[in-house]
């Protein structure tokens, strides 16, 4: 992982694990890196989880995409690609200008 990706900042701790934006030093793409906590002894126990396996077959539009998958002294690392906000944000952003999203654009977003 160190050799792969350089963390720029915290965005986020769930409770799976922590992400941070990260620059891919092999493409020079900017990444949404979540570390994953806990430890993973193999390369399959990493690639049974459901979020890997659901993610590496999904792909949508409204859907974000799992770019990379590292495992590295037991740390299970997956890199996404970095969204300029994430659903809650633009509800929010909606919600300040009191205004809510309409029919239409919740189905643009859901299908």
Known sequence: MAERFR??????????????EAIDLKTGE???LKEMFGTYENWEACCNLTEV???QVLSHPHIVSLKEVSLSESKLYLAYELLDR????????HRAKHSYLDEEHIKVLLF
């Open 7 to 20: 963390k720029i900042r915290l965005l986020g701790k769930g409770g799976f694990g922590t992400v941070f």
């Open 30 to 32: 900017t990444v949404a």
């Open 53 to 55: 396996r659901a993610l």
């Open 86 to 93: 994430d659903l809650f944000q633009m509800i929010d952003e």
